[in-house]
């Protein structure tokens, strides 16, 4: 395990030469090969502050882009549990520039481990390393992670602006008018919807799409110091599947997915004795752990939706990322990841075209049958669990997770 400091060789950021024109720059691609290049320096409004948003900026602005953030949260608070970031997403951060950053934040892992529901274990899949001399997993505090994006956005020149939400977008062929919330205006060249979900950017432009689905399961997060040993995400199958992540050196989180096919939504007080009744069948260690859950506000709990939008994830200069277009469940720990991968190929497709649209699509056409296939295997185990589909085998459908995100995106 590697919790702490790592270094990391940041891809390079370009230098501007102009504004408003199509313009020779030299960029360097993520291996830092330069490679020249005709693009032109966009205006780019950014939806949504979370981890695609901030990472989107991020991309944009190391291509030159002059980028605006807005986030609907006047605090930009984020719950306070952990995140599973895999190989993939290491990687990912490499090519963003971040990684350092992130590495001191997290706690770094080789390997995962199946366990049975009665705590025997059947598995350690060791992981593979994307990024020589890094760590192949890594679990980090939500909190740190949007520090470290959020930081390196605005070292790089971002402009956040909380507590705002877009009230109106009026697009033409040369760019999109926003109307804000607060009451002020601005027009862009292209707008990024980040915005989750929920996203209220993929109802303004993209009324006919796929909505969200609850799945008929939820999941529960606690955070705990980490147990002595806990050196691998452990992962134990059954109709309540539990997982233990280690998060920084002192720090690890638990989650536990349940069957709730009534979608409720519960009250904060209460919450503690409801995650350690939902958990009172799971192995012994899982039982003893459950013991120390006394704490209902720091029980995260959320409902597990999903969605693929299979038609078009663009309507004229608008884009969509992320859980915007794509939502999956946790059960690959892939959500976030895909995120921050679409975020890079936006911004790669964009300096590789001149027109937004074009982009769009090729942007897409990277990114869709790799998304799709989180998603629907991510849904497979969801769905097994709760009685809606087979039982899926968590080791193999775990070793061929990795598989995939390990390919080039």
């Known amino acids: 395990m590697i919790c702490g400091k790592r270094s990391c060789n940041p891809s390079g950021n370009g230098l501007a030469m102009g504004m408003g024109e199509e313009w020779r720059r030299i960029v360097a691609d993520a291996d830092g090969v330069p490679e020249s290049r005709y693009m032109e320096k966009l205006d780019i409004l950014v939806i949504g502050g979370g981890i695609g948003g901030l990472s989107a900026a991020i991309a944009l602005l190391r291509k030159g882009h002059r980028v605006t953030v807005i986030e609907r949260d006047p605090e930009w608070s984020v719950y306070g549990v952990g995140i599973i970031q895999q190989s993939n997403v290491v990687r990912a951060m490499d090519q963003l520039g971040v990684l350092e950053a992130f590495l001191d934040a997290a706690c770094g892992f080789d390997a995962v481990e199946i366990y049975l529901p009665d705590g025997t274990r059947v598995a350690r899949i060791p992981t593979p390393r994307l990024v020589e001399g890094r760590p192949s997993n890594v679990g980090i505090g939500r909190r740190a992670l949007q520090k470290v994006l959020g930081d390196s956005a605005r070292a790089l020149g971002a402009e956040i602006r909380l507590g705002v939400t877009v009230e109106l977008l009026d697009q033409d062929e040369t760019g999109v008018f926003v109307r804000f919330s607060d009451g002020s205006d601005g027009r862009y060249d292209v707008v990024v919807g980040a915005d989750g979900v929920y996203s209220q950017t993929r109802r303004m432009v993209l009324p006919q799409a796929e909505s969200p689905e609850f799945t008929g399961q939820s999941v529960w997060r606690y955070n705990f110091p980490r147990a002595e040993g806990l050196d691998a995400l452990h992962v134990y199958n059954g109709p309540t599947g539990v997982g233990l992540v280690p998060m920084s050196a002192d720090t690890m989180y638990i989650y536990a997915t349940t069957p709730e096919p009534d979608n409720p939504r519960y009250p904060v007080d209460g919450l503690a004795a409801a995650m350690r009744a939902r958990l009172s069948g799971a192995a012994p260690a899982i039982r003893e752990l459950a013991e120390h859950i006394t704490d209902d ?22 884009v969509l990322l992320g859980d915007a277009i794509h939502a999956t469940t946790p059960h690959l720990g892939q959500g976030a990841g895909m995120a921050i991968e679409d975020a890079l190929v936006l911004a790669e497709e964009l300096s590789a075209h001149t027109a937004p649209e074009e982009a769009f699509a090729a942007y897409r056409a990277r990114r869709y049958e790799r998304c799709r296939y989180i998603v629907e295997a991510s849904l497979a185990i969801c769905h097994g669990q709760i009685g809606k589909g087979p039982p899926v085998d968590n080791h193999k459908a775990t070793a061929e997770m990795f598989a995939v995100v390990s390919q080039p995106i």
Do not use: S, T
């Open 297 to 318: 506000e720091g029980v995260v709990y959320r409902p597990l939706e999903g969605m693929m939008v299979h038609g078009p994830w663009h309507a004229g200069r608008v």
